[in-house]
């Protein structure tokens, strides 16, 4: 069963991702499945640290991005936004070229709060980075 209020969202999730960090960092929504959105991000230097690694701060946008697009499709926009209140990252292994790929998922659904769970891993699908991004509903 789909936890999604807006049953058509591909032309609001190509909205979501221009004209900001997104875009820049080359981060692209690939799926989105019943309970989860999936993404990528380019492992180059956009999202290098000087040493040539992923950058972690680049990983934690790939995670707030995917958890926050999750988090908008979820509510009714009409009424509510959700905005990032806190976001923690556990980088576990390093990527040096290629993509990572995020997959965000809810571990709660509140009227005021949402917690969502984003595993990034590597080609491979070993796991980069585990990261927990709490959302805020907000009345608009």
């Avoid at 991005?65 to 806190?86: F, Q, Y």
């Amino acid at each position: 069963m789909s936890i999604w209020f807006h049953k058509e969202f591909d032309d609001r999730v190509k909205q979501m991702q221009k004209g900001n960090i997104l875009e820049q960092l080359g981060i692209e929504v690939v799926e989105i499945g019943d309970d989860f959105v999936k993404g990528k991000m380019p492992v180059d230097h956009r999202t290098h640290q000087p040493t040539g690694l992923l950058h972690g701060g680049a990983s934690v946008v790939l995670a707030e991005s995917l958890g926050s697009i999750g988090a908008n499709l979820v509510i009714d926009n009409s009424k509510h936004l959700c905005v990032g209140i806190e976001v923690n990252a556990n980088h576990i292994r390093s990527v040096r070229e290629g993509y990572v790929f995020g997959v965000a998922r809810p571990v709660n659904l509140g009227g005021k709060i949402h917690v969502w769970s984003i595993e990034i891993t590597n080609e491979e699908g070993k796991i980069v980075c585990s990261s927990r991004l709490t959302m805020a509903v907000i009345s608009i």
